[in-house]
């Protein structure tokens, strides 16, 4: 845990933030500004800076945030219409938090 990082703060409930999903490796919230209808960040709990710190003992943390994915974007009901699956990396990449953290949009209207 990083201690001046907001997601630690979120993830330890020090912030209140409304659940989508927990297990012991990850949560999932709501973006606070949607950029489309669906947006929520997939967050593993373990304070990972971004795609670039990753290391080998990270390798099922971020296989299994794919699955978690898989199941919100079901339960979002966008699964079939489509969604974007995003990793900002560093400032550059419009990385705002520095805790990695996946974004899943979704739920444009559908022509
Ligand atoms: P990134 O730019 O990839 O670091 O994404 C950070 C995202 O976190 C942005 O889309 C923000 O809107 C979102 N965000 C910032 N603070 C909060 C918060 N307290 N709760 C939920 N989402 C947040
Ligand atoms: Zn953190």
């Given at each position: 845990m990083s201690l001046d990082c907001l997601f630690c703060k979120i993830v330890n409930r020090e912030i209140p933030s409304e659940f989508l999903y927990e297990d012991d490796t990850y949560v999932v919230f709501k973006d606070?500004?949607?950029?489309?209808?669906v947006h929520l960040l997939l967050v593993p709990?373990?304070?990972?800076?971004?795609?670039?710190?990753?290391?080998?003992?990270d390798r099922d943390i971020l296989s299994g945030l794919f699955m978690v994915a898989k199941e919100m974007a079901k339960e979002q009901g966008v699964n079939e219409s489509g969604y974007k699956l995003l990793f900002n990396v560093e400032k550059g990449g419009?990385?705002?938090?520095?805790h990695l953290h996946l974004h899943l949009i979704g739920g444009w209207k559908k022509n």
């Amino acid at each position: 845990m990083s201690l001046d990082c907001l997601f630690c703060k979120i993830v330890n409930r020090e912030i209140p933030s409304e659940f989508l999903y927990e297990d012991d490796t990850y949560v999932v919230f709501k973006d606070i500004k949607p950029a489309a209808p669906v947006h929520l960040l997939l967050v593993p709990k373990k304070h990972i800076r971004c795609i670039n710190d990753l290391t080998e003992e990270d390798r099922d943390i971020l296989s299994g945030l794919f699955m978690v994915a898989k199941e919100m974007a079901k339960e979002q009901g966008v699964n079939e219409s489509g969604y974007k699956l995003l990793f900002n990396v560093e400032k550059g990449g419009g990385q705002e938090i520095f805790h990695l953290h996946l974004h899943l949009i979704g739920g444009w209207k559908k022509n």
